[in-house]
Each structure stands twice: as C-alpha cells, then as structure tokens.
C-alpha cells in the first residue's frame, strides 16, 4: 500500500517523546479482551453485513488508555478507545474502533496535522497561585495541577490551538474535563465518523455508532485516585467469573447534519437503533504470550464489510494509511492493509 | 521540575469552597462581570433546524408567574385548569401533534409542559383556535397577561408571550453557547473563536439572563417520531 | 366575539383598493421586480402619492384589484414594502410594532424555518439580497413587451434606487421549468369573482385568508391589523422568493428513478406490462416511468391532468376537472406529492383543527435561459441557473407561508406514513436523507425511492407588505 506523506507525517509527528517507536505512538498502553456479538432482531433492516445478520459473532477487543506515554497513568484524565474486530462467518474480519470522546478535533487531515504539531506535549507548568486568583476573579477555572509525575503534557498547546479554532473547541473542552473511567467497561465509547449501512432492503443510510456500557458509565473520584494501574487488573477481575456487555447503538443522520464532519457530534435526538449486544467473556492473561499478541494486533478503521462502507469524511480515508503505516513501523502483525501491496480499494 | 505544591498554592486551589471566597464571589465578582459583559436574554424554546428529529417531539415549558400567589389564588389556577378538562382533551386531540400535556403549580407559577411537534407557532395557534377561552380562562390568573384575552384576539401577541415565557433551552453541547450568544448580540457565529476557558463564565453570566431554563434538549426514548406516527403504529388511529 | 365579521361587504370598493395581482393574476407575459432602495424620502413619498391617485405621465398609476374589463392596461405597476422600507418611508415605531414578528424580522431571519440553509443560506444570496437592510420595496412590473417594462423602471428609478432587477416571463402553455403545467389551482375568495376558478369546486375562502380586516377561515380567529387602519385594512402580505430550480438534474433524477424501478420486483404493480401505451402518447417503459415519477411526485402529470382522478393515464377520456377533486385514505395521489403537501385540501390531516387555513395565493413567473426537458443534452449538463420568481401571497405569512412550508412541505407532519420527508419537487432535500414513497394501485402498498438531492434552492427574496391604495396614500402623506 502506498503512504501519503501526510499520513506519514502525522503518524510521525504523534509519536511522544516519552512513547516508544515500538509501541502504539497513541493508545500506547492497553489490553486486549474476547467475546462476542449477537445482533438485534431489527439489524438486518438497516445493515446486512455479515456480524448483523449471523446470530453470533466471535470478536477480539482491545482496550487503552489515548496517550502515547509508554508510562502507564491509568488514573489521569485521558480519552480511552476500544477496538473491536468481528470475526465473520466468511473468515474475514471488520473493526469497529471507538473512543470515551463523541466528536473529534479536526475536520479535515491537514487540520489535523496542525492540531498535533500545536498540542506537541510541552513541559508541565505549575500555574501561580497569583495568576489562579486573577483567573477565579474572572470567572476562568485555573488549569489542575500536574499530576505527581507529569512532565510533559499536551494541554497546554490544544486549548491553545482550540482558542484560535473554533471547529476543535468542543473536542478539547470535553477531552480536559473526561476524567477517568472506574473501568474500561463503564465507559461509553462513540465511533465518531460517519459510516454508510445498507439494508438487507438495498437501503443506504448515513449513521454513526456508540458503544454503551450496560453495566453503567462511572468515572474515578479525581480528589481520590485509585493509582496509576488498575483498569487491567479490575478487567480481569471483572471478566474472572462475569460477563460484561456493552449496547450497539446507531444514530441516523437527517438533512442538514454533518456526513463528512467529525468535530460535530449528532444531538442525541436522532433516531436511534439498537443493533446488537457485545459480551465480553474474557480478559488478556497477564502473560507474554498474551501481551504480544494483543500488543502486536493492528486495528484499521477502513477494515470494513459489504454492507457497511465510509462515509467521504477525509479524516476518515486517512486514518487508513495511518494505521496501517504505524503498524509497519512498529513491526506489529499486519492487518489486511498493512501488507505492503498496493490493494487501495 | 521543581515542586509547586506549596501551601499557598494548596490554599488557592480550595478557595473556591471557602466561605469567605464564595461570597466574595456571589457579591462582587460575578456581578462585576455582570456589569461588565451583560449577557441577553436567549429566546424560549426548542431552536429552528431541518432536522425532521428535531421537529418532533419538541418541548415547551411554559412558566408563567400567577397574580395571586396565595392558596386562594392557586386554588383559582388550579380551578380555572379543572373545569376546563373536556376542552382541553379534545382541543388536543384536534391539534394532533401533541405526545403529552400537564399543567403544574410550581413556585408562584402555573407551568404549562408538553411535548409537542412542528412548529412552534403552529402549535399555540392551533391551540388557540381550539381552546382560546381555556388560554383565556388560565391566562386571567396570569401577572401581565389580562390585555391579551380574549386570546383569539390577540394571537401574534400571545405567541409571542407564549415564546418569551417558554424556558430557554440550553444548547447539547456545551461550546455551542458561544455562537448562541454571538446570535444573540448580532455577532456573526463563524467569526473569530472565543477562547474556550472563559465558557464557564459565559454560563455563569447567561443563568443570570435566563436563571430558569431546560437543561439541554432532554431525553427520548424513541426520538424522530411524532405523535401520529406512533398511534398510527399502534393501530389506535391519527 | 367576532366583532370583525361584516356581514355584506362592499367587494368592488375593496377591490378598487386593494393592489392588483392579489385577488386575481394578471395573466401576462412577462414580468420585472425592481428591488428599491429609499435613498430621498421625499421623493419617494411623492411617488408613491401620485403612483396611488392614478399615476401621472412620469410616473406609473399602482395597479388597483378591481376587473379591467375590456381596458386592458399596457402595463401593471404594484408595489410590496419590507420592514425596513416601512421604517425608511418613515412609519411610527408605535405603528411598525403592531406588525407581525416574522415580517419585522424579514425573510433572512427566518430562514431556517422556510429551509433555507446551506445552499439556500441568506448568506450565499446574490446581490442585492445579500443587503437585506437596503431592500425596502420590491416592485413589480407586468407587461407584454419589453419596451413596457423599461418605460416604467426608468420613471421608478427616478424616485428610488434600483439596487437589482429580475426579469421574468411565462414559458408559453401555463408551463413552469421541470416542466409542469402550473398556477392551477388558487384559492377562490367569497364575492370576488375569478374566471379562472370558476368551477373550482373547493370550500370558498374567506376574504381575511388573504387581505387584512376581515374573517379568517378560523372560527373566532382574526389576524391583527397594522395600526392605524388606513394604512393596515386590505392590505395583505408577500413571500417573494426567488427558486433556482436544477432542471437538468430533475431529468437526470428522473431517468434514474427509472431505471430503479425497471429492476424493482414490485416495477409490474406500478405499471403493468403494456400499460405504458395507455400512460402518455408514444411512451416505452422506460419514458412512462419517468412520466409516473414526476406526476406522483408533484401530484399533476406535467401536462396539468391530476394525478388523483386520473392515475393511469395524463390523457383522460373523457376528461377530468382539473381542479375537482379530494384526497382521502384510498388516494392514488401520494401524500408526500408537491400539490397534496401544499393543500392538503379536505384530507385526513394530522393537525386537524388545520384543514383549509393554511391557504396561499400564488403568483410567479419563470426566469433564465430555456431548457426543454423533452430535448436537452444529458451529455452536456445545462446547469445555467433559471427558477422562479415566485409570490406566495396570504393575510399572515406565519399562519400560512411558513406553516406550509415548515410543517407540510418539509418535515411532513400532516401525514404519519410521510412525516421525517420533504417535499420531492423543491424540500430541503439531501442524497442521502431523501425519500419519497410511490403510490401502487389497488392499495398494493408503496414503493421508495431514494437519493434526489434538493432540487430547488432560494436565491433571493423578502417578506414584503402589500399596502391597499389607501395605505399607499397614508405612507406619501407622513
Ligand atoms: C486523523 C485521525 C487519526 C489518526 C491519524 C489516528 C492515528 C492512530 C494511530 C497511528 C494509531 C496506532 C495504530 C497502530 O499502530 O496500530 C491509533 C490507534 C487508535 N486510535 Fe486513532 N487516529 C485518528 C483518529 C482516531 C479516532 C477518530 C478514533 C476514535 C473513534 C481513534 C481511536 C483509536 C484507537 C481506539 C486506537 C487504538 C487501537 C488499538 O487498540 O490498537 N483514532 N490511532
Ligand atoms: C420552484 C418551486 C415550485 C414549483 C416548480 C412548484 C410547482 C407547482 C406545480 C406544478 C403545481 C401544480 C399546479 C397547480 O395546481 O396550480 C403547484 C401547486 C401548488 N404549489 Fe407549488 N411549486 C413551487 C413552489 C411552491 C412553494 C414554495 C409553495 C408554498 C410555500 C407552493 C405551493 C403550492 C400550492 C399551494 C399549490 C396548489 C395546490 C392545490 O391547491 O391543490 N409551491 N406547484
């Protein structure tokens, strides 16, 4: 597959200076986990892919914290993602990848780019107390304090880069406020760009997918922190003798949303479908055997089926060659488009 | 890096929760901001967009402050909602577009809330045509309301009460105030951004402008449908 | 209560008063909208007070409501004000507030209302309707010839600034672009006798459906008059909008549909092997599809013949009134079509307390280059932009422009199995939202069709007061 230089330059520009050019240069820490999907009754009505119309679906998730620190912050306000693959009947596989934030911060890859090379992690800064005063006398929360061991951060650049950019603003004043999750299964996770389902009737339609949480989004207590590694271990446990399912659900786009734009989310008035239910049954060992191959998996949100296609949002298609780029370069097991052939669709 | 976290550093951090601070706040600080960037007043009701979801389902929550606060007073409101029952069910029935209707004594206020959908407009006027001498009957008990009965007489002017008594309904997502406030001052909405920390503030100053309102366009269960489409599916007849 | 019902009305005084074009059309060839700027008011009044008494050689006589018989004038001068061209004449802020909100905030603020976003957006408008504030007057022109138009644009320009012009013209047979036959069906007003609508056989409409003071269709219901009288009795209100219309992609969508269908396993309940003779002369399948497509989709064959009492064929023999006729459960004529969304007529409505109050008068004319939707070039898109200039006419542009078309012609409340759909023929459309439902006969269902885009999009226009000859006396006199 050929790379743009654009894609290459912003999979290259992510990387961290505390990341790892072996690792994952976002969502750098994380776990994998096993289950399956079971469609609802009406899903074949708007989607006939394959997962929507096969009783049962074997999938392979994986979970992690957004930053590309190779330092594990489990407890420190941060998006998180969940990569699902659906194992089809024909032997295929289709992702489905998602995260804690609705809505994005660019609209287009060369916004993007300017979006990462302004909101670079930059040396922490402890905010004066005088300057916090001034701040509170002017209504303006002061930015928290760094965490004990912050020293670099990427906050300081996105609000920023938000200040001057009005399309990146509801990403970057929801991404400070998100906090961390109890779990990664109390989380709800959105897949954010538009896709396109057809029905079993032949019918197009230009949806977005969230992930639900059934057993409830909760966030950590940030006056009380649990410590920098708990969401493995409270995943394995969970998993140990439980179950934990997560809702699929699909918003419908009406005239006059946005199709090609991630930064705007869909009001969550939409028409909303309820295709299926993921049950997750099984956490990563905390083996090498297990850390590899979950650690060395490569998702691609482009890996689709017939029956659900991208939308034309341009951060969309990029993210194509991103993946699969990174993937090289962290010399993980290839996905489909990581192969080095040139099979562009 | 050095370690910032001295007391006084700890001590500004909790001053938002100590009592002298938050009245120093309450008292000079917000409304010196008050003065100094006064907010307008934001428009009542559910915004106009071509979404079809959008226009169905929509809310009105109508509070409208009574004359005679008094238990003689609301039990007048109370009455004035209680004789009129056959009107008003059958003038909703005729109306057509609404899912659901109650009236509440709340506070010094007879509140109106229901979901209804289309437009607006449409809505109240529809209504008053079918019930007008009920708006009548429940407006008499209404602060600054009288000039406007009989209400089929007054129908642009009582849409208009209706909307300006509607509560404010804030945006779903938060950074959308900004344009709602640049709207509102004439300002273009695609001009030069704000600077997103100061949204808290805007707030602030807007719950001052508007001190009662909807939080957010609410919840449905089954949103995009409208009142006829779900009897229809019901097989109980539009 | 209904203190304004009168019960016998003075009709031909009303109509020596009220502007013509309002209570019957002027049925010319061409026509020209002059948007003015009141750039020296005291020039203006005295336009205005000499266009009221019956003009004068430098300046046009304002055309009155009354039958010309046999008189036919060379020309027809009329006039509508916006908001801001009442203030710019100088009206009282005490008179401009007993005028309705949605015209004191003029067109451009109510856009979303009336769909007029994206493309449509207020903001893409070409001059001179990217300046609202500066459109006081719109000014019309109707005639035959051309020479007709300029004598009386260049007496115009002589009091007011011509900030736009726009030219229109019929295109021969009662035809709009996409082809249809229009300007059909009108509402038909108690006392005023219209030719045209004389056996129309609809529920009369009271005269405040359409002119200020008078009983409105509802019951107790009566719209404010603008304060005082003499400037807000007969007067009556103007959407003018300026519909660029895609005839080219209207076509292509057709042929489209088309082919959609030929494949459609249910293609045979629509139409039936050979019936496609008996839908139009010299039809294929192919052609007679497409004509089935745009007759459900407006609600009229091109040709006029409507669709609800004759669904098999746009010939009829014998044939059928063009204006006589109900929509009920059983229709073959689709709820969600142009016509039946427009006037629900005496249909089942959702909002039933609606029926028959939502009435329009329309007025229009065509502009732009020709396009022949029987003989174009599917090779070379012919994207020119031509449309309409179109008057929707009504006693409150709330009550019934806008209601139309934000309640009926897009989101389609009036009908559940419609209601999340815009209109087919000009609603805010997308590819990839649209749908419109055809009609099977024998109640065999319905088949969807899917990804039209918005054929028609707003270009220009403004809400506009159409004062009677009085009130154009009172505003020459402030
Ligand atoms: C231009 C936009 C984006 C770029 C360039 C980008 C880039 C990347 C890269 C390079 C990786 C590592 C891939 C690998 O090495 O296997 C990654 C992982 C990930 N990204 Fe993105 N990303 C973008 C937008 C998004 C969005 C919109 C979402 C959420 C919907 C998202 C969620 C994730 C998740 C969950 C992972 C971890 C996948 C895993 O567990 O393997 N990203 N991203
Ligand atoms: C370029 C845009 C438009 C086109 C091409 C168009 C075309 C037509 C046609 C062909 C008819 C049938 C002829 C007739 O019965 O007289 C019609 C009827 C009608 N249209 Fe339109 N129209 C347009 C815009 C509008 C708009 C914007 C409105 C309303 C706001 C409207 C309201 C009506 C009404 C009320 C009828 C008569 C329905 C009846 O009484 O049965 N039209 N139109």
């Known amino acids: ?345 | 890096m050095t370690n910032k976290d001295t007391w006084f550093n700890r001590y500004v951090n909790s001053l938002p929760t100590r009592g002298w601070f938050k009245l120093l706040s309450r008292y000079v600080v917000v409304p010196y901001w008050i003065w100094r960037d006064p907010k307008p007043k934001l428009p009542g009701g559910p915004r106009e967009s071509p979404q079809p979801s959008e226009n169905t389902q929509r809310m009105m929550n109508l509070i409208m402050p009574l004359k005679d606060p008094s238990p003689m007073g609301r039990a007048m409101a109370a009455m004035a909602i209680a004789q009129n029952v056959d009107e008003i069910f059958s003038g909703l029935d005729n109306v057509g577009t609404v899912h659901t209707a109650r009236f509440l004594i709340l506070g010094d206020n007879l509140c109106m809330i229901s979901v209804y959908d289309g437009d607006f407009s449409n809505y109240i006027r529809d209504f008053i045509e079918t019930i007008g001498s009920v708006f009548d009957a429940v407006i008499s008990q209404i602060k600054g309301a009288e000039h406007m009965i009989p209400t089929c007489d007054h129908v642009e002017e009582f849409i208009e009460w209706v909307h300006d008594h509607d509560l404010f309904q804030a945006p779903d997502f938060p950074t959308d105030l900004f344009a709602l406030q640049d709207a509102a001052k004439g300002l273009p909405t695609d001009g030069p951004a704000h600077e997103i920390m100061t949204l808290p503030r805007d707030l602030i100053l807007q719950l001052h402008a508007n001190p009662n309102l909807s939080l957010g366009g609410g919840y449905r269960s089954y949103p995009g449908y409208s009142a006829a489409q779900v009897r229809d599916k019901f097989g109980v007849g539009w | 209560m209904n203190k304004q019902v009168k019960k016998d009305v003075d009709i031909d005084a009303i109509e020596r008063d009220v502007q013509g074009n309002i209570l019957r059309s002027y049925s010319r060839h061409l026509v020209r909208h002059l948007m003015l700027e009141v750039t020296n008011v005291a020039a203006a009044r005295r336009f205005l007070g000499v266009a009221a008494n019956g003009g004068s050689e430098a300046v046009p006589a304002i055309t009155p409501g009354s039958d010309w018989g046999k008189a036919k004038p060379p020309s027809n001068f009329n006039i509508g004000l916006t908001f801001e061209g009442l203030k710019a004449l100088g009206v009282s802020r005490r008179t401009l507030q007993t005028f309705p909100v949605e015209f004191s905030q003029g067109m451009t603020k109510r856009a979303m209302k009336i769909g007029d976003f994206g493309d449509s957006a207020p903001d893409k408008w070409p001059a001179p309707f990217d300046t609202p504030e500066k459109v006081h007057i719109v000014a019309s022109i109707h005639a035959d010839e051309e020479g007709q138009l300029d004598k009386v644009e260049a007496q115009v320009a002589k009091a007011f600034t011509v900030l736009g012009v726009r030219d229109g013209r019929g295109l021969g047979r009662g035809k709009v672009f996409f082809g249809y036959k229009d300007s059909i069906s009108q509402p038909r007003f108690k006392w005023v006798k219209d030719r045209t609508q004389a056996t129309a056989d609809e529920p009369l409409d009271p005269l405040g459906t359409i002119l200020l003071g008078y009983p409105t269709s509802m019951e107790d219901m009566s719209f404010r008059v603008p304060y005082p009288d003499a400037l807000g009795l007969n007067g009556s209100f103007n959407a003018f909008r300026i519909l660029a219309q895609a005839s080219y992609d209207y076509e292509i969508y057709l042929d489209e549909a088309a082919d959609f269908l030929l494949k459609h396993k249910d293609v045979d309940l629509l139409l039936p092997p050979g019936a496609e003779k008996k839908v139009g002369k010299g039809l294929d399948r192919h052609a007679a599809l497409r004509e089935i497509v745009a007759a459900q989709m407006c609600g009229r064959w091109r040709n006029g013949t409507p669709y609800e009492t004759s669904p098999d064929t746009m010939d009829p023999d014998p044939d059928v009134s063009p204006t006589n006729f109900d929509y009920s459960a059983q229709s073959r004529c689709p709820a969600g079509a142009h016509m039946r969304r427009a006037n629900p007529r005496g249909g089942h409505i959702v909002q039933r307390i609606a029926t028959y109050t939502r009435r329009l008068v329309r007025r229009g004319m065509s502009y732009g280059p020709d396009f022949d939707p029987d003989d174009f070039d599917r090779k070379n898109p012919d994207r020119r932009e031509r449309g309409l200039l179109g008057n929707f006419l009504c006693a409150n542009l709330g009550a019934q422009f806008e209601a139309v078309m934000c309640d009926w012609l897009n989101v389609g409340l009036q009908t559940p199995s419609i209601t999340g759909t815009n209109d087919p023929l000009l609603g805010a459309n997308t590819a990839e939202t649209s749908r419109f439902d055809l009609t099977l006969p024998d109640n065999a269902g319905t088949i969807s069709i899917y990804g039209f885009p918005r054929f028609v999009t707003a270009r220009g226009g403004a809400y506009t007061f159409l004062p009677s000859l009085t009130a154009i006396r009172y505003l020459s006199e402030l």
């Not at chain 1, 009947?89 to 993007?112: H, K, N, V, W």
């Not at chain 1, 406020?177 to 109890?182: K, N, S």
């Not at chain 1, 699969?324 to 010399?331: E, F, I, L, T, V």
């Open chain 1, 1 to 345: 597959m050929h790379y743009s230089d654009l894609a290459k330059r912003i999979v290259d520009e992510l990387l961290r200076p505390d990341g790892s050019d072996k690792l994952r240069p976002v969502h750098t820490i994380g776990i994998g986990a096993t289950g399956y999907f079971e469609p609802s009754e009406v899903a074949p009505q708007y989607c006939k892919a394959d997962h929507f119309i096969t009783p049962r679906t074997k999938a392979t998730l994986r979970f992690s914290n957004g930053s590309g620190s190779k330092t594990q912050h489990d407890d420190w306000s941060d998006v998180r993602g969940m990569a699902t693959r659906f194992h089809l009947s024909d032997g295929t596989d289709t992702d489905l990848i998602m995260m804690t934030l609705p809505e994005f911060f660019a609209r287009t890859p060369e916004e993007f780019l300017e979006f990462t090379l302004a909101a670079k992690p930059t040396e922490v800064h402890w905010v004066s107390p005088w300057k916090k005063i001034w701040q509170m006398l002017h209504l303006i929360p002061p930015q928290p304090d760094p965490y004990p061991d912050e020293e670099i951060s990427p906050n300081e650049g996105a609000i920023k880069f938000a200040n001057e950019n009005r399309y990146s603003q509801l990403a970057v004043f929801q991404a400070a406020a998100i906090g961390a999750p109890v779990s990664y299964l109390r989380a709800a996770y959105h897949a954010v760009h538009t896709f396109v389902v057809t029905g079993e009737d032949e019918v197009e339609r230009w949806v977005r997918f969230t992930w639900q949480p059934i057993d409830g989004v909760k966030n950590e207590n940030p006056l009380d922190p649990p410590g920098a590694d708990y969401l493995q271990g409270r995943l394995r446990d969970r998993l140990a003798d439980h179950t934990s399912r997560f809702t699929l659900m699909m918003q419908i786009g009406e005239v006059g949303d946005a199709f090609d734009d991630s930064t705007k989310p869909w009001p969550p008035h939409r028409q909303r479908v309820m295709m299926g239910t993921l049950t997750l049954d099984h956490a990563a060992e905390d083996t090498k055997a297990q850390d590899d191959y979950f650690e060395k998996l490569s998702f691609n949100p482009m890996l689709l089926t017939p029956g659900i296609r991208a939308s034309e949002d341009p951060v969309l298609h990029i993210r194509k060659e991103a993946y699969a780029y990174s993937s090289g370069k962290r010399d993980a097991t290839p996905c489909p488009f990581s192969g080095g052939a040139e099979d562009d669709q």
